[in-house]
Structures are given as structure tokens and as C-alpha cells.
Nanobody, 127 residues
Framework: QVQLVESGGGLVQAGGSLRLSCAASGRTFSRYNMGWFRQAPGKEREFVAA????????DYANSVKGRFTISRDNAKNTVYLQMNSLKPEDTAVYYC????????????????????WGQGTQVTVSS
């Protein structure tokens, strides 16, 4: 199992940047593919980005491609989401999640495919 704690959210003006962090506990963090998701009020949770356990592959939702960057530091048991050129429509609670398939080659985009979740961090982008 792995426990996840997000941080780094806040209020930012449109065009600004934030970096989210997700700290994980557990000895096998380096074998989990990790994902970031977000959920806006009244909307379903949606995929934002994912990264392979080795850090050698990433995937992004079209809505954030070119603006957001997912990365990880396995020595620190942490995954990051660098968010640039933020827009009001990026406003949501952001969650990190771990894919229970240790060492998987494939990156997944469905929330139901992730078993472990953090509590979320609020990101608000003002216009």
C-alpha cells in the first residue's frame, strides 16, 4: 500500500504558475505509475497527467498539454505537477493517485484504474 499527501495548491491569477507536490509513503513508491486528476464543482473527476514508475514516459490530457509537466523523484518518494499559463478553467481540486499495477508499462487515464488517492489540494485561478 501507499499513502499520498498533496500540497502546493492555492490562489493564482490567470497566466500564473503553481507546482503541486505529492509525497508518498511506502517502500514500493518507485514501482508505481502515478497520475494527477482534477475535479471541478459539479463535474466528474478527470485525468490530467500520468508518469511511468521509471519516469521514462509521460502522458497528458489535451487540455493541459504544453502547459503542465509531470515529473517524479523516486529518491524523495514524490511526484510533481508543474502548472504554467494557468487558466480559470483549471480551477479544481487536484488529486494524485497510484496505479496498483506495480512496474506496469502502460499509463492509465481512468480514475477507476487507480486504487490509492490523496486527499486533494485546491487550485483556484482567477481571471
Amino acid at each position: 500500500q501507499v499513502q499520498l499527501v498533496e500540497s502546493g495548491g492555492g490562489l493564482v491569477q490567470a497566466g500564473g504558475s503553481l507546482r503541486l507536490s505529492c509525497a508518498a509513503s511506502g517502500r514500493t513508491f518507485s514501482r508505481y505509475n502515478m497520475g494527477w486528476f482534477r475535479q471541478a464543482p459539479g463535474k466528474e473527476r478527470e485525468f490530467v497527467a500520468a508518469i511511468r514508475w521509471s519516469g521514462t514516459r509521460t502522458d497528458y490530457a489535451n487540455s493541459v498539454k504544453g502547459r503542465f509537466t509531470i515529473s517524479r523523484d523516486n529518491a524523495k518518494n514524490t511526484v510533481y505537477l508543474q502548472m504554467n499559463s494557468l487558466k480559470p478553467e483549471d480551477t479544481a481540486v487536484y488529486y494524485c493517485a497510484a496505479d496498483p499495477s506495480l512496474g506496469s508499462y502502460y499509463l492509465k487515464a481512468g480514475p477507476d484504474e487507480y486504487d490509492y488517492w490523496g486527499q486533494g489540494t485546491q487550485v483556484t485561478v482567477s481571471s
